[in-house]
């Protein structure tokens, strides 16, 4: 009994990973990945948005990969914290958003 809780446990936190915070990381990169590329920000910002697109897929398979629920929220968790560091210098250095 204790084991079919501990396995609904695992499945409830991947579903979390895969569903919101991959979506949350996706969403991260993508605004750091329009402020990284060069050129017209309207196409930077449509090439970043079809990136996350497959970052998103990627980070949901990936939740349901990992070998353990909590490894897929922190992995995930980790992606996203990058991502925003990454935004977040680009916008200090430049001073716009």
Request: proline share 2%.
């Amino acid at each position: 009994m204790r084991a079919r809780w501990a396995r609904r446990g695992d499945i409830a936190l991947r579903v979390v990973a895969a569903v919101p915070l991959a979506y949350a990381t996706a969403s991260l990169w993508a605004m750091a990945i329009a402020r990284l590329l060069p050129g017209d920000r309207a196409e930077a910002s449509v090439t970043a948005a079809m990136i996350a697109l497959a970052v998103c897929a990627v980070a949901a398979m990936w939740a349901f990969a990992a070998c353990s629920g909590w490894r897929a929220i922190w992995t995930l968790a980790a992606a996203a914290a990058i991502a925003a560091a990454i935004a977040w210098i680009s916008i200090d250095a430049t001073g716009r958003l």
